[in-house]
C-alpha cells in the first residue's frame, strides 16, 4: 500500500481552504478562495452559504486535480471550520433559508440582555460554559426562525435543519445523507450541555428551537459519512471533524493538563487543556470541550482577545506607519523601549478576561518625543499583555500554570513580538514547524480514525519546534511595564 495522505478541509470567516498533508504531518499542497463577507446593516455580518459550499467544493477538487496520484491515498478527510456560524436549511431541497449568519454578528444582542436580565446567564454559563452573548449560535437560530416567512411552522414540522458550517459541508458531501456534527462545534451552540455531553432539553426551551433541527453530535473522531462519488469521482470518508481553535489545540498537541496554545491572527484565541474535569469560570473566560475521543471529554479554558494582529493592520493601512506588517518588527526595535507609550487596541470592545463590549482603544503616554516607532513598539508589546492577563486568568480560574506555550498565527513571524511574549510571561514560546496547526489538527484526526496514527502519543512525538523564545528580562522590568498597562485598561474603562 502507498504512503497515505490526508485532505484537511479548513472552512475559516475569511476563506475557504483545502490541504493536503502526508503522514508526517508536512503540507503538499494548498488551494483556497477567499471568502467575502456581507454587512447588510450595523453590526449585521453575514456570508454566502452557496460560497462556502462551492468554494471548498472548488478548493478540493483542484488538490485532486493537481495530483492525482496522491489523491488516490488519500485515507481519510478531515474538516475544521469557523465555529459557531450558523447555517438553517430546507431538508427537501438542501437549500439555506437564509445566509449563513457569522459568528461576529450582533445582530440578537438585545435577546440576550433580555435573557441576562431574566436572571439566566448563570444556569446558561453552568450547563455550556459560554456567555450569554450573540457570538454563539443559539439566538442566532431563533432569530432565522422568526424573521424568515415560514420558518417556525417549517422548522416544527421536522423540515428544518440547523448546523455549523462542517455540518452544512458534511449534508452536502453526503449528498444530504448524514445530518451530523461533532462535539467541539456543539460546545458553541448555546444548547449543547457539556457536562452531560447532550443537547440540554431546557436550554433548547429559552432559545425556543426545536430539537428536530439539531445534528447528531458526534466524538471528534467518529464515521462523520461518506463524501458521495459525484463530487471527487471516488467515494472518500469523512473521519475527523472539530472547530478551529480546537483544531489548533489538537494541531499543537496540547494533550497534556496545562498546556496552551495561542493563536495570534487577525485576533487571538488562546486555550488551556485543563483535563477531564469541567470548570466554570469566575473570570469571564470560557469553558468549552477541548476535544472528544473514544467518549471521553477533555475540556479546555478559553480566552479571546478580539483584536491583535488587526491593531498592526490598523497602524498599516489607517496611520500609513508601513508598507507590510514585516516592517512593524525593525521599527519597534529602533527604539529601545516604549518611552511610557501603551496602546489598549480595544477597536470592537475589551475581551477576556475584562468583557468590556463598549470599550475603545486608546493610546497614551504620548509625549513630545514619542514616535511611531513607540506606537508600533507599544502595538507589539499589547499582545504580551493582553496574553498575560489571560493566562492570570487562566490560573485563577484553576487552570495551571503553564510550563511552555506553543503559539502560531501571522504574528509569530514578528521575533521582537515572540520575545518580548517570553519575557512578559516569564515562559518559553515555541513556535512548531508546521504552522497550520488549524488545518493539521484536523488532518491528524482524521489520520487517527483511519488508522493512520495510532493514538494521541503517536500525534504528540510528531510535534516539532521551529523556533523557541526563552524569557531574558529582569523581573522589576517585567513588572514595571505591566503595572503601566494596568493603569492604561484601567483608565480606559
Ligand atoms: P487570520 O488567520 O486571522 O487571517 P493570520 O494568522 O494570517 O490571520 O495573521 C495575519 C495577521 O498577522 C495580520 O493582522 C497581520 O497584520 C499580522 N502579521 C503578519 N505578519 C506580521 C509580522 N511580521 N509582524 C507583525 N504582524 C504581522
Not at 62 to 83: F, V
Not at 297 to 325: K, M, S
Not at 417 to 434: R, T, Y
Not at 451 to 473: F, H, K, Q, T
Request: glycine share 8%; aromatic share 10%; with cysteine.
Amino acid at each position: 500500500m502507498s504512503d497515505p495522505y490526508l485532505l484537511s478541509i479548513d472552512q475559516g470567516t475569511t476563506s475557504s481552504r483545502a490541504i493536503l498533508f502526508n503522514k508526517a504531518g508536512n503540507i503538499i499542497s494548498v488551494k483556497q478562495k477567499e471568502l467575502p463577507l456581507i454587512y447588510p446593516c450595523k453590526g449585521w455580518v453575514e456570508q454566502n452559504p452557496e460560497d462556502i459550499w462551492a468554494d471548498t467544493l472548488w478548493a478540493c477538487q483542484a488538490i485532486m486535480t493537481e495530483h492525482p496520484d496522491k489523491a488516490k491515498s488519500i485515507a481519510s478527510i478531515g474538516i475544521t471550520n469557523q465555529r459557531e456560524t450558523t447555517i438553517v436549511w430546507d431538508r427537501e431541497t438542501g437549500k439555506p433559508i437564509y445566509n449563513a449568519i457569522v459568528w461576529q454578528d450582533r445582530r440578537t444582542a438585545d435577546t440576550c440582555a433580555d435573557l441576562k436580565e431574566e436572571g439566566l446567564e448563570s444556569k446558561i454559563t453552568g450547563k455550556t460554559g459560554l456567555l450569554l452573548d450573540p457570538y454563539f449560535s443559539a439566538t442566532k437560530i431563533a432569530w432565522i426562525l422568526d424573521t424568515v416567512d415560514d420558518a417556525r411552522e417549517m422548522a416544527e414540522d421536522g423540515r428544518l435543519a440547523f448546523g455549523t458550517v462542517d455540518s452544512f459541508l458534511i449534508w452536502r458531501l453526503t449528498n444530504g445523507k448524514r445530518h451530523v456534527t461533532d462535539v467541539t462545534n456543539a460546545s458553541r451552540t448555546l444548547l449543547y450541555n457539556i457536562k452531560t455531553q447532550k443537547w440540554d432539553k431546557g436550554l433548547l426551551e429559552i432559545f425556543d428551537i426545536p430539537e428536530s433541527m439539531l445534528p447528531e453530535v458526534l466524538d471528534n473522531c467518529a464515521d462523520f459519512g461518506l463524501v458521495q462519488s459525484q463530487h471527487f469521482g471516488r467515494v472518500l470518508p469523512i473521519g475527523g471533524v472539530a472547530g478551529d481553535q480546537q483544531a489548533a489545540l489538537i494541531g499543537q498537541a496540547c494533550f497534556a493538563p496545562g498546556m496552551v496554545k495561542s493563536t495570534y491572527g487577525t485576533g487571538c484565541f488562546a486555550l488551556m487543556n485543563i483535563g477531564d474535569t469541567f470548570k466554570k469560570s469566575k473570570n469571564r473566560l470560557l469553558t468549552t470541550t477541548g476535544y472528544r475521543l473514544n467518549g471521553e471529554t477533555t475540556y479546555a479554558i478559553e480566552g479571546a482577545i478580539f483584536v491583535a494582529g488587526a491593531a498592526i493592520q490598523w497602524l498599516r493601512d489607517n496611520l500609513n506607519f508601513f508598507e507590510d506588517a514585516s516592517e512593524s518588527e525593525a521599527m519597534a526595535v529602533s527604539v529601545a523601549d516604549n518611552n511610557g507609550v501603551y496602546f489598549v487596541p480595544a477597536f470592537t470592545g475589551l475581551g477576556a478576561p475584562y468583557w468590556e463590549p463598549e470599550a475603545q482603544a486608546m493610546i497614551c503616554g504620548l509625549t513630545r518625543e514619542s514616535t511611531k516607532a513607540h506606537i508600533t513598539r507599544a502595538a507589539l508589546e499589547a499582545q504580551a499583555y493582553q496574553t498575560l492577563d489571560l493566562m492570570d486568568a487562566f490560573v485563577k480560574d484553576g487552570g495551571h500554570d503553564p510550563d511552555v506555550i506553543r503559539a502560531d498565527g501571522g504574528l509569530v513571524h514578528n521575533a521582537f513580538m515572540c520575545q518580548f511574549l517570553s519575557d512578559m510571561l516569564d515562559k518559553p514560546i515555541e513556535i512548531p514547524a508546521v504552522e497550520e496547526t488549524t488545518a493539521l489538527g484536523a488532518a491528524y484526526l482524521a489520520g487517527l480514525q483511519a488508522g493512520v496514527y495510532n493514538g494521541l502519543d503517536d500525534i504528540a512525538e510528531r510535534w516539532s519546534c521551529a523556533r523557541a523564545y526563552s524569557p531574558d528580562m529582569e523581573e522589576e522590568t517585567r513588572d514595571g511595564l505591566y503595572d503601566g498597562w494596568l493603569t492604561a485598561v484601567e483608565r480606559l474603562l
